[in-house]
């Protein structure tokens, strides 16, 4: 569908449906229309907390939330971000090789410390977020979870969705990827970072946005398209 299509939809919404009228929305907020069109979001909720939309409406993971779970979700990732690379890059090395060099027995040559302390980091790297293990999602009540299973995402999927950040300049684009949901590494994983507290919610329309077909548009029905013709 056309800009031009979708704006002049966008005047006639009072003849929507409900669904049609939410799938509007989102096409709206995806184009960054929405802001043009205040009447289109009168009245619609947020898919997280239920509240209304507002004027502030953002996408994440396909669907309109308020701009306050859409905020409270970038902050709180950008936190668990912070505090997990304090932990995996920094504390947790330097207690690795606290220990390596304390224990006699081992007598290890500077260049098999180095190597095997970059190994056991390298794994780590890989596996956090696995099963729970991420103090920063811990703290800002964010988990990382397995869409084919609605559990928290083991070790395999969690190393699927990190190695694909050893990929040069992957961690960057992830940046700007997180505020909408599914960052790099999210796709081929099966896995999607999500609120404790909306879970449940969460997955279910994850799941309901993963299995539409590649290009599929939400019908958007004006009352010219509905049943007008008697029952006989």
């Not at 031009?4 to 919404?13: F, I, N, P």
């Not at 690379?85 to 260049?111: G, H, Q």
């Not at 070790?155 to 990929?167: D, E, H, M, S």
């Amino acid at each position: 569908m056309s800009d031009e299509e979708l704006l002049r939809l966008a005047k006639q919404q009072s003849d929507l449906f409900p669904e049609a009228a939410m799938a509007l929305n989102v096409e709206l907020c995806r184009r960054d229309f929405s802001s043009h069109y205040p009447q289109v979001t009168a009245g619609l909720l947020c898919t997280l907390c239920g509240l209304e939309l507002g004027l502030s409406e953002s996408l994440m993971y396909g669907q309109p939330v308020c701009y306050a779970c859409s905020s409270s979700f970038w902050k709180r990732r950008a936190i668990a971000h912070v505090v997990d690379n304090f932990v995996f890059d920094f504390v947790l090395p330097l207690v690795l090789l606290f220990v390596l060099t304390r224990i006699p027995a081992l007598e290890l040559s500077f260049d098999l410390l180095f190597a095997l302390c970059l190994a056991l980091y390298i794994a780590l790297q890989l596996i956090r977020g696995s099963n729970g293990l991420s103090p920063g999602k811990r703290i800002t009540q964010l988990e990382v979870i397995d869409v084919r299973t609605g559990k928290e995402a083991g070790i395999i999927p969690t190393l699927k969705r990190n190695v694909a950040l050893f990929v040069p300049f992957a961690a960057l684009a992830a940046v700007f990827q997180v505020k909408k949901g599914p960052r790099f590494g999210d796709g081929w994983a099966h896995t999607r970072v999500v609120f404790k507290k909306y879970r449940e919610g969460m997955i279910d329309k994850i799941r309901e946005g993963m299995a539409r077909p590649e290009g599929f548009e939400p019908p958007t029905l004006g009352s010219e398209d509905r049943c007008s013709d008697p029952l006989s």
